[in-house]
């Protein structure tokens, strides 16, 4: 006696549409993401309590306690500051440049870098603070 042996179907899964709800949640979740931004380095700057959050140009000067300077997260000489900030300042609208430096830090220090600031012909330094709770 002869069997018949049905041939079997073969199974074939369609990944087309699966491949398009990945590339569609991956692109959501990239517009959606947000990002921290964290400086180069670790301060911790003085609280206030007459808190004003203004967020202007990305010029941004950073001093740590150990009085190492950054200039938009790029470490930087004191002598090299105001060539640096002239050089960067000609793109800015509004000639100012945030400064932030850890509650820790020389006031001296501090004070020098606001004199190299001015003397790069930006206008208007901002002091960062926190926000006392």
């Not at 990945?22 to 979740?29: H, N, S, T, Y």
């Not at 950073?62 to 930087?76: A, M, V």
């Amino acid at each position: 006696m002869r069997l018949l042996t049905k041939k079997k179907r073969q199974v074939i899964i369609s990944v087309t549409s699966l491949i398009d709800v990945v590339l569609l949640l991956l692109i959501f979740f990239m517009l959606t993401t947000t990002f921290a931004e964290q400086p180069g380095m670790e301060l911790e700057l003085p609280k206030t309590e007459g808190f004003s959050g203004v967020k202007v140009d990305k010029l941004e000067v950073s001093i740590n306690r150990d009085g190492r300077l950054t200039l938009n997260g790029k470490f930087i000489e004191l002598g090299e500051l105001p060539d640096q900030l002239k050089e960067k300042g000609l793109e800015l609208e509004n000639k100012s440049v945030t400064l932030k430096a850890d509650k820790e830090t020389d006031y001296g220090l501090v004070i020098e870098v606001m004199d190299k600031i001015k003397l790069s012909g930006l206008d208007k330094i901002i002091i960062a603070t926190e926000q006392q709770e």
